[in-house]
Nanobody, 123 residues
Framework: VQLQASGGGLVQAGGSLRLSCTAS????????MGWFRQAPGKEREFVAT????????HYAESVKGRFTVSRDIAKNTLYLQMNSLKPEDTGVYYC?????????????????WGQGTQVTVSS
């Protein structure tokens, strides 16, 4: 499975962006998916995850109420709607496919990763 993330860019604080991540084919095992991010000089951190059927989502505390994760299984696409962006949201955002149908905040539970898309929020 190859993942192509897009939608990143430069935005002012308070603005919005919508990230997309398209898989090269439908994941074979009804997998959960997730978003992670990495800021310069920092460890990769969990952002949001969604189970295969889309009904179960979880967010990092720092993005709750501002970010929304969703997926279109028919289009093999994962989304991350980011509103009220803050400078601390700056980083490279990665999408990933989990090893199971459940989502997870643990990066070790993901088997495929996209190449990342840069998000920069100016103050």
């Amino acid at each position: 499975v190859q993942l192509q993330a897009s939608g990143g860019g430069l935005v002012q604080a308070g603005g919005s962006l919508r990230l997309s991540c398209t898989a090269s084919r439908r994941t074979s095992s009804n997998n959960g998916m997730g978003w992670f991010r990495q800021a310069p000089g920092k460890e990769r951190e969990f952002v949001a995850t969604i189970a295969y059927r889309g009904g179960d989502t979880h967010y990092a505390e720092s993005v709750k109420g501002r970010f929304t994760v969703s997926r279109d299984i028919a289009k093999n696409t994962l989304y991350l709607q980011m509103n009220s962006l803050k400078p601390e949201d700056t980083g490279v955002y990665y999408c990933a496919v989990a090893r199971s149908s459940a989502g997870s905040s643990n990066a070790e539970r993901y088997q495929y990763w996209g190449q990342g898309t840069q998000v920069t929020v100016s103050s």
